[in-house]
């Protein structure tokens, strides 16, 4: 898809949305993906900062759709957040390397590149996607889920503290943490019963927050 044709799909998106489109951007981190459409892997970096530059330009044309939130994905790399701070208007997080320490840390990195090009620290607009989402009082049942989520080189324990597999305190005392860090949002992914979980999230855990958390 050229840069024109992604530009024109968002400002349909954002105006079937009523205003609400928030679009996340990175170039991916998977080999297989580049090598699949021929484009050395290497060049992935270099290719994202000339695509970013031509869909400002392209929607700044756009008088509608000069409101677009366009958000820089990274897992927290001292790169990516430089580039989070130079193309976007907020930072999306990866759950799996979010820790309550790990995030305080890029927020505290991502400072002086957010002051370097004039947006406010303290404004920058933050959330984490996507973090696994099972709550049970069954530490069996909890550590069967993890077990599958994880890849066999690796322990369930890697993904504890990155999840909210667990009890409905356990999973408040860790968004707690990641609040104090400085996160101001999380979208969650349950794993199972889908709508059992999100409803139970929402009646147990949503109303230990402020009300403007959203459900993600």
């Known amino acids: 898809m050229t840069t024109s044709a992604?530009?024109?799909?968002?400002?349909?998106?954002?105006?079937?949305?009523?205003g609400r489109l928030r679009v996340g951007l990175t170039p991916g981190s998977?080999?297989?993906?580049?090598?699949?459409?021929?484009?050395?892997?290497?060049e992935r970096w270099v290719r994202f900062d000339v695509e970013m530059s031509a869909l400002r330009s392209f929607l700044e044309r756009e008088a509608p759709a000069a409101a677009i939130p366009l958000w820089i994905a990274s897992w927290g790399s001292e790169a990516g957040l430089r580039r989070v701070a130079r193309h976007g208007d907020?930072?999306?997080?990866?759950?799996?390397?979010s820790t309550a320490e790990h995030f305080s840390q890029c927020l505290a990195y991502l400072t002086n590149p957010l002051e370097r090009a004039q947006k406010p620290p303290g404004a920058f607009p933050n959330a984490i996607a996507t973090m696994y989402l099972h709550l049970t009082d069954d530490p069996a049942e909890a550590q069967s889920v993890l077990e599958k989520l994880v890849s066999p080189y690796q322990a369930p324990s890697d993904l504890r503290d990155r999840s909210l597999v667990g009890t409905t305190v356990d999973c408040?005392?860790?968004?707690?943490?990641?609040?104090?860090?400085?996160?101001?949002?999380?979208?969650?992914?349950?794993?199972?019963?889908?709508?059992?979980?999100?409803?139970?999230?929402a009646e147990e855990v949503i109303p230990s927050f402020q009300p403007l958390q959203r459900l993600g």
């Open 172 to 201: 408040i005392d860790k968004l707690r943490r990641l609040e104090t860090a400085g996160a101001k949002e999380v979208f969650v992914w349950p794993i199972g019963d889908e709508v059992k979980q999100l409803q139970q999230f």
């Open 30 to 42: 998977t080999q297989a993906d580049y090598e699949a459409v021929r484009i050395p892997f290497a």
């Open 90 to 97: 907020g930072w999306l997080a990866s759950a799996y390397h």
């Open 6 to 18: 992604f530009g024109s799909a968002l400002v349909a998106l954002h105006h079937l949305s009523g």
